[in-house]
């Protein structure tokens, strides 16, 4: 099997700034998807929850099974919206 040589070099300012830049991107997507996770903020989750209604993820949980599998397919659908 041919073996891929690579021209990049860790050390370098370039590589550097782009793994800096991308750790950066990573925690907000993982700060976004938290927010998502949680339901929204404080206000939207109480108003839900004060009309006799079970957020999302609380009525998947009544749906599946415990400790069947769920692969969640657009987290960031209609986000911000």
Do not use: C, Y
């Not at 004060?50 to 009525?59: D, I, Y």
Request: hydrophobic share 40%.
């Amino acid at each position: 099997m041919a073996t891929l040589q690579s021209q990049i070099s860790p050390a370098s300012d370039t590589f550097r700034a782009n793994a800096e830049r991308m750790r950066a991107l990573v925690a907000d997507i993982s700060e976004k998807a938290a927010s998502i996770e949680r339901g929204g903020s404080d206000e939207a989750r109480e108003r839900h929850v004060g009309r006799g209604k079970l957020l999302p993820r609380e009525r998947l949980a009544q749906l599946l099974d415990i400790g069947s599998p769920f692969l969640e397919i657009g987290q960031f659908a209609a986000w911000s919206m």
